[in-house]
């Protein structure tokens, strides 16, 4: 364990955190105008279209897969599911999600890059996020050969109890992943800077996204016609009227 180690596996993930809520709420507070997508469909759809599709499916299949499965304690699932079982099943669904997502990223990086309406209105903060992301899904992609050198789950599991100690505010964290390769932990430390770069660019509509599913559980709003009480003779039509505006 070295000086890093401490650092990246031991502070930092706590900075992103920090900055993560806070600055997120802090945004909302403050710049409500700036909380959307900036989306450029108006400019050019059809690359869009394609694109943003196999992007968002692939990651957030990863997402949801590395949150519940990287948080998930090893004795709930062991008794269905041994830890080599689901490193091989991590690795297949992962690979083909991680694949999509990048194809689908390339082609919003050149889309935005290639065009030059879409260049003039991109702020540095949008090529910076691609290039991030980007690099962050080859290095994902690049953890399945060294995954595949042992698959009896360790490695899965090591990682998996860094971030359950994490979020529990347990000690140990960077002894724990002292051992681990620099590829796995390159693409720890890109994996938080998202955590850390999210409440100042256009990802926070991903939050308006979550909180549109409440819109399904919402109660049901009751509307009633209101009458008014009128003295014998006033106009009705024009009471009518009242009554509509």
Not at 58 to 82: C, N, Q, R, S
Not at 116 to 143: E, H, K, N, V, Y
Not at 187 to 208: C, K
Request: aromatic letters at 14%; hydrophobic letters at 55%; glycine letters at 8%.
């Amino acid at each position: 364990m070295n000086a890093l180690d401490v650092f990246f596996f031991g502070i930092y993930p706590y900075i992103c955190l920090a900055v993560f809520f806070v600055g997120s709420l802090i945004r909302f507070d403050r710049d409500q105008y700036t909380w959307k997508s900036d989306s450029s469909q108006l400019l050019r759809s059809g690359q869009l279209r394609w694109g943003s599709n196999l992007f968002h499916i692939g990651v957030l299949f990863l997402f949801f897969g590395h949150f519940f499965g990287m948080l998930t304690p090893h004795f709930i699932y062991e008794p269905v599911l041994a830890a080599s079982a689901k490193q091989l099943l991590a690795m297949i669904s992962g690979g083909i999600a991680g694949v999509l997502a990048i194809i689908g990223l390339t082609m919003l990086l050149y889309r935005r890059l290639a065009d030059p309406r879409i260049r003039a209105i991109s702020r540095p903060s949008d090529i910076m996020l691609l290039w991030l992301f980007w690099a962050q899904l080859a290095l994902g992609l690049g953890t399945i050969p060294l995954s595949g050198q042992h698959l009896d789950g360790s490695m899965m599991l090591v990682l998996a109890e860094w971030a359950q100690r994490i979020v529990t505010f347990r000690s140990g964290t960077a002894e724990l992943m002292a051992p681990v390769g620099w590829v796995f932990k390159l693409h720890m430390v890109l994996g938080m800077t998202v955590f850390l770069v999210f409440p100042f660019t256009r990802l926070v509509h991903i939050w308006s996204g979550f909180a549109s599913l409440a819109y399904a559980f919402r109660p049901y709003q009751i509307v009633r016609s209101r009458r008014l009480n009128l003295p014998s003779g006033h106009n009705a039509p024009a009471a009518r009227r009242m009554t509509d505006a």
